[in-house]
Each structure stands twice: as structure tokens, then as C-alpha cells.
């Protein structure tokens, strides 16, 4: 079992930058892969960003890319999330989330998840 903590966030004006960081305990992340969503109010959770389990190849959604840039440190026990060019609509709440299978983009395929990190937008 892994415990994740997220820490990062805060209040940024439009077009500025954030890093999000979440941290793992109890196991590195080496056997999972790791993904961050999101989640505004009233709305549904939705991915952002992910790293595979082997490898840590990123992906992300069509949203962020080219903005954003999801990454694992050396010892495997951190990830991180560099977002630039911030978008008030952007607004939420933030989350990590470790997953055993390869690769996902589905809130339910993810087996274990950090309390979130509040990210406001302002414009």
C-alpha cells in the first residue's frame, strides 16, 4: 500500500506557474503508475497528466499539453507537476493518484489516492 500527499498549490494569476508535488510513503513509486487530476467544483474529476509504471513515459490530456509537465525524481518516492500558463478555468482541486495497471486515464482504474491540493486561478 503507498500513501500519497500532495502539497503545491495555491493562488496564481493567469498565464503564471505552479509545481505540485506528491510525495509517497510506506512504497516508492516504482510499481505503479502515477496520475494527476483534477477536479472543479461542480464538476467531475478528470485526468491531467500520467506516468507509466515502467519506464515513466508521460502523457496527458489534450487540455494541458504542451503547458504542463508531469515527472518522477530519481528514488521514485515523488512526482511532480509543472504547470505554466495557468487558465482560470483551470481552478480545482488537485490530485494524485497511484494505479497498478500500466497506464490509465480512468478515475477507476486508480487504486489509491492523496487528499488534493487547492490550485486557484485568478483572472
Known amino acids: 500500500q503507498v500513501q500519497l500527499v500532495e502539497s503545491g498549490g495555491g493562488l496564481v494569476q493567469a498565464g503564471g506557474s505552479l509545481r505540485l508535488s506528491c510525495a509517497a510513503s510506506?512504497?516508492?513509486?516504482?510499481?505503479?503508475?502515477v496520475g494527476w487530476f483534477r477536479q472543479a467544483p461542480g464538476k467531475e474529476r478528470e485526468f491531467v497528466a500520467g506516468i507509466r509504471r515502467s519506464g515513466g513515459t508521460p502523457y496527458y490530456a489534450d487540455s494541458v499539453k504542451g503547458r504542463f509537465v508531469i515527472s518522477k525524481d530519481n528514488a521514485k518516492t515523488t512526482v511532480y507537476l509543472q504547470m505554466n500558463t495557468l487558465k482560470p478555468e483551470e481552478t480545482a482541486v488537485y490530485y494524485c493518484a497511484a494505479s497498478r495497471v500500466y497506464y490509465s486515464r480512468s478515475v477507476s482504474d486508480y487504486d489509491y489516492w492523496g487528499r488534493g491540493t487547492q490550485v486557484t486561478v485568478s483572472s
Open positions: 510506506g512504497r516508492t513509486f516504482s510499481t505503479y503508475a
